[in-house]
């Protein structure tokens, strides 16, 4: 039903041949029988689904010219707030039907390390989501100046505790701890950040399956189903390679068989290479770093930059700045996610996703 | 305040002058002195001393036609047997040295199911270059239709024999057994060929650091290294996406802040893509696929590429052949791997090091 609703967006994009249309059903029909019910609620298949053997075509050797895209007029703003509103509606079904079938709810851990403003904003929705949606949450706070043993500590407890299923600590941490080993000690089955490097290993590897998948990343590309949008075989630029959005970004994306170009701060010629890109996905927390001149036209453009700015205007005291020049950008392109209200509430949306994956899995309900 | 640090940021960089130069010399300098006895053998330094922040600089939203690079109508034909040469006669002296220390020397485990023509040269080239070394070697050949208990019990004895310190799978197996679950009863400390999915994700994670790099991308990075090519800031294109292969190459350049792009069967326009780049690193296993409209003058290539072709001519009856249409290539770039006698014995020079480094490891050897 709801493909039905988002791909009405946007006529569907014809495959230049037969194999791609074969997959794309392939994967559609293994949608609406395995993954049942995890279907309703997250459209992106299993990545393991997807995989492809490497077969070249013989005309590799032949340069095509790639036609300018067509495209209407009409733009797409990508309503990530309210994409995320249904996702999280069929999380909170899932979870009561959970609770009613066997007296149980997902719970999720989180561990915030300091005051940081923008963590702490991050964190206070997380909670107040989980609430939302019936999955039981606990936060444990922790002083700035906190010594490594006791986030340790709390981590431990939390991998014992079996009314959790997803643990976060929140990033970044202060400078004096080592994020690496904290994040090591997090229980494989409980890393619903997805942020372990064997879940990024898993991610990155073809035939592999990871346990879970970064809540950003996989909320870009749910949007990027949602709406319509073709991944296979397209030109993807991700701005930033940061190890939470832009490197898990860019590999999810090539598990899609997107061409996919990765664009950092020592990239020469950022403009050049982005300007070639059919879908581009911009972490690189820089406010209005990606310009109109930096856009095929046509281009899809999913902003996750959320860049705090003060404003006084504003109720809060500051607004929140994307990487893309949005009044430029939306001439442009034929589809986009605003900022707020794009990939934001996505990624709490996908938390809430992973954490009820977590719990199913643990209690082998489907 | 935000306000201010973003403002901050924006203005401090000229990285093309100060800041590289000073990581640079940082990086020779960890070379010389931390890694003294590694750095004999391979010049590429640890992963973690390349990590940067990621600093937008602050004409990134100017776009600056790059100048085409001038080169002299030298081409460099990079010699990779001599090289890996070279790194052999190094290990071989540091297995001696280690011998006369201590009384131990590295040893390597190779695990070969059934009678494919490659793997048994592979492997055969391998056990050769241990003995060569001073490396002892182990090898179990099992039928082509063995269980895959057989395989899971050989590899078992190997995790816990304690002179053999680097295990190898020759890999492709045989379609029935898994792949997946073989790799992963490997002991991570003795996974050599890097193929672990947590040694991937450690490959990928920024600040992270693996503890093994997968032998053939680690060859193509010592070869751009010692044949001067920076890859800082560079334009790289990876064509094909293997897991042991494409993959871990696209994220070592990337550790080694090269913009990657990453081109395979369905990229729509491989070549426009690939003549944008500055390195190119092609294992797609197609012969003569990148020809020469495929290249920017001056481009540096390297050929993974290694397709067997009957040859009558020749004494074993057949010819190993290349990605590279290698007689259009060498006109245009600036330096190039031939097939056979470039990337190849890398593959097997890398492999002889990452087993020394797993046994200096294992005894705490410096």
């Not at 701005?239 to 994306?253: D, Q, R």
């Not at 927390?285 to 281009?299: F, I, M, Y």
């Not at 404003?311 to 009044?327: H, T």
Request: with cysteine.
């Amino acid at each position: 039903m709801m493909m039905a609703r988002y791909t009405m967006q946007r006529v569907a994009i014809s495959w230049q041949n037969g194999l791609i249309t074969s997959i794309a059903s392939a994967t559609r029909s293994l949608h609406t029988t395995k993954d049942r019910h995890s279907c309703k609620i997250i459209m992106s298949p299993p990545l393991v689904s997807l995989d492809l053997p490497d077969i070249w075509s013989s005309n590799s050797n032949q340069y095509h010219s790639i036609p300018p895209q067509k495209f209407s007029n009409e733009q797409i703003i990508i309503d990530g707030k309210s994409i995320a509103e249904d996702i999280r509606s069929s999380i909170t079904s899932e979870v009561s039907r959970m609770k009613e079938s066997i007296g149980k709810v997902p719970g999720l851990a989180v561990i915030v390390v300091g005051q940081r403003r923008d963590s702490l904003i991050y964190v206070r929705n997380k909670i107040k989501a989980c609430e939302e949606a019936g999955i039981k949450s606990v936060m444990t706070e922790l002083p700035d100046e906190c010594a490594e043993d006791e986030v340790l500590s709390a981590l431990a407890n939390f991998n014992e505790d079996s009314s959790i299923h997803g643990i976060l600590v929140q990033l970044p941490l202060p400078q004096h701890l080592d994020e690496g080993k904290i994040l090591n000690a997090l229980s494989l089955e409980k890393d619903v950040d997805g942020f372990h490097p064997l879940n990024m290993g898993n991610l990155a590897m073809r035939g592999r399956e990871p346990l879970f998948i970064p809540c950003t990343p996989k909320g870009c590309i749910e949007l990027l189903i949602r709406s319509g949008v073709e991944i296979i075989g397209k030109n993807a630029v991700v701005i930033g390679k940061s190890n939470i959005v832009g490197l898990p970004t860019s590999l999810l994306l090539q598990r899609h068989h997107a061409t996919v170009s990765i664009v950092h701060a020592l990239t020469k010629n950022p403009e050049q290479i982005t300007r070639e890109a059919d879908i581009v996905i911009t972490a690189a927390g820089v406010p209005n770093l990606v310009r109109g001149s930096w856009l095929k036209p046509g281009a899809v453009v999913l902003d996750v930059g959320t860049f705090p700015v003060d404003d006084p205007s504003s109720e809060s005291g500051y607004c929140l700045m994307g990487d893309v020049y949005y009044e430029e950008a939306v001439e442009l392109v034929s589809a986009i996610t605003p900022v707020p209200g794009g990939v934001g509430p996505m990624t709490i949306a996908m938390l809430l996703s992973n954490t009820l994956d977590s719990a199913k899995r643990k209690f082998d309900f489907t």
